[in-house]
């Protein structure tokens, strides 16, 4: 009979397709940092995190809905599940943000799919959408579980494990991604990034003309 295996959270799927230091920073070494953007996520979360049901023209909705799949070992929670007359589960998850800038987000559809494949599990029925809905502009974009995101989802299950296991950093991204993100002077991406740089550098100042 096969070991069980530690569950891997949902979040860290976002946070691997974000930037896989960052993953690890936070679920290998428990890394965190507050700055303005976790601090807005956390005040759109704020209603949501209260478990709860409403009932509204026919459809349940679900608040901080735990969410599991044992075939890929993920644990999370959905901020909003929705089910339709017919019990069809359409997760929502929610995020600070206008809808028009953040329209591009794979990190978020990822998120987003595993909670799908959770929902598939647990219930028994197809989870064919979801939705990402955008605090600041208070309008949902709508998210097609497709057959990619869905591979998405299983491979970077596969890769956050491996890396857990090599217990190793990823190199930094250094790109635009790190002004963004909360973590970055844990990580320090400039130096670490340039180190190469800094050791022929370094190397130079021992050589002498002959």
């Known amino acids: ?70 075939r890929l070992g993920l644990v999370g929670k959905a901020d909003v599940v929705e089910f339709s007359a017919a019990g069809t589960p359409y997760p929502v998850e929610y995020k600070h943000g206008r809808k028009g800038r953040a329209a591009k987000g794979l990190h978020d ?11 598939e599990e647990m219930t028994g029925q197809a989870v064919p959408l979801g939705a990402i809905y955008h605090a600041s502009s208070h309008r949902r974009r709508e998210v097609v579980i497709s057959a990619e995101l869905r591979l ?22 250094n790109d635009s991604r790190c002004r963004e993100c909360s973590l970055i002077d844990l990580c320090q991406p ?12 370094a190397a130079q100042l021992f050589l002498t003309d002959d």
Do not use: K
Request: charged share 20%; aromatic share 4%; hydrophobic share 50%.
């Open 1 to 70: 009979m096969p070991e069980p295996v530690e569950p891997i959270p949902i979040a860290a799927l976002q946070h691997w397709c974000y930037c896989p230091r960052q993953c690890l920073l936070i679920h290998a070494e428990q890394a965190f940092a507050e700055n303005v953007h976790t601090l807005r996520g956390q005040a759109v979360h704020e209603r949501v995190d209260q478990a709860g049901m409403d009932l509204r023209a026919g459809v349940r909705s679900a608040r901080a809905v735990p969410l599991w799949c044992d």
């Open 152 to 173: 998405l989802v299983e491979h970077s299950v596969l890769a956050i494990r491996a890396a857990l296991a090599a217990a190793m950093l990823p190199e930094p991204a």
């Open 109 to 119: 559809h990822l998120q987003l799919a595993a909670q799908a494949l959770c929902l």
């Open 190 to 201: 400039a130096p670490l990034a340039a180190r190469e740089r800094q050791r022929a550098l």
